[in-house]
């Protein structure tokens, strides 16, 4: 799972914030379920997307490796221009690209 701070930046920079997604609440230190009532502060609310939600939101052509054990590497296309993420896991690395992709 992606860490606060990075999901708060994938709301930042204009990341669909879906109901019934899972979702960080930074007042609560916890993941919950959009769906959840227990926090009133949907402000501090962070979508925590899945890997497939984010492979459907960076499109193709997409490639996703991992090199060695904590580090991934997803690359949006083969030529100089394309733009990649890097991570500790597959998630933090498309999570990157998208973010790349879309300052």
Aim: charged share 25%; aromatic share 8%.
């Amino acid at each position: 799972m992606i860490s606060y701070e990075l999901a708060l930046r994938l709301k930042e920079a204009g990341f669909p914030q879906g109901l019934l997604q899972t979702m960080f609440c930074q007042t609560h230190k916890r993941a919950r379920l959009a769906c959840d009532t227990s926090c009133n502060e949907p402000s501090e609310h962070c979508c925590i997307p899945t890997i497939s939600k984010l492979i459907e939101a960076i499109g193709t052509p997409l490639f996703l490796h991992c090199e060695m054990y904590d580090y991934w590497y997803a690359q949006d296309g083969k030529t100089d221009k394309a733009k990649e993420g890097r991570g500790r896991s597959a998630d933090e690395a498309l999570t990157e690209l998208w973010l790349a992709k879309n300052k």
